[in-house]
């Protein structure tokens, strides 16, 4: 079984504070990484995905990928109250032809 | 651009109705899944679509049958719903040419009684 971790949190930050998730997975043979994010009760919305090792960037949100370690971080910068949701890391297993596997979120809070 | 449109978006069935959930998109995707939510367990993958004219089973297909009537359209039928289908149900689509995310329609809450 292809297996996607994550911390389920909550995890609580500060207005204007940087939010770390982390993501391990399991098979070493994964192509790409997707991160979603989810308001309760919505569906998931893809914020970035990373295909190479190390850091993309795309506004305020960093996606970080260590191939060797098998693990993938998303940073957001300054967060804001409207960026608390939850956070799924999705990862692509090799030979599966883009059936993702999730993970099953982290839970982030920004607090005013 | 609607993107992927599900419906119903709320539906109550007793134990041993039927029903088809629809789903369709307007990005020419060729890829399209069913996946299934519940607390706990995130996202499973029910059904997948590669392309039209192709289905194939996904993490949890026990109790579910689908059906890609063309490019635009996958539906998920359940022939005689049981209370452990009560979950909430989204349909995504993708296209792995252009980076393989997919697009999540609105999703189904369904709760079986």
């Known amino acids: 079984q292809k297996e996607v971790e994550q911390n389920s949190g909550p995890l609580s930050v500060p207005e204007g504070a940087i939010a770390s998730l982390n993501c391990t997975y399991s098979?070493?043979?994964?192509?790409?990484f997707f991160w979603y994010r989810q308001y309760s009760g919505k569906s998931p919305e893809l914020i970035m995905f990373i295909y190479s090792n190390g850091d993309k960037e795309d506004g305020r949100f960093t996606a970080q990928l260590n191939k060797a370690s098998q693990y993938v971080s998303l940073l957001i910068r300054d967060s804001q109250p409207s960026d608390s949701a939850t956070y799924l890391c999705a990862v692509n297993p090799q030979g599966s032809n883009y059936k993702l596997t999730f993970g099953k979120g982290t839970l982030l809070t920004v607090n005013p | 651009n609607a993107g992927v449109t599900q419906t119903p978006k709320f539906q109550v069935l007793k134990t041993g109705q039927s029903m088809t959930l629809q789903c369709a998109q307007d990005?020419?995707?060729?890829?399209m899944y069913w996946y299934r939510q519940d607390p706990g367990m995130g996202l499973r993958l029910i059904y997948y679509s590669a392309s039209e004219g192709t289905t194939d089973k996904g993490e949890v297909p026990n109790g579910y049958n689908v059906s890609r009537l063309n490019k635009r359209e996958f539906s998920l039928r359940l022939e005689s719903a049981a209370p452990s289908q009560t979950s909430v149900y989204f349909c995504?689509?993708?296209?792995?040419?252009?980076?393989?995310?997919?697009?999540f329609g609105s999703g189904t809450r369904l709760t079986v009684v």
């Open positions: 098979d070493r043979g994964s192509q790409s």
């Open positions: 995504a689509s993708s296209e792995p040419g252009q980076g393989g995310g997919y697009t």
């Open positions: 990005m020419n995707h060729n890829s």
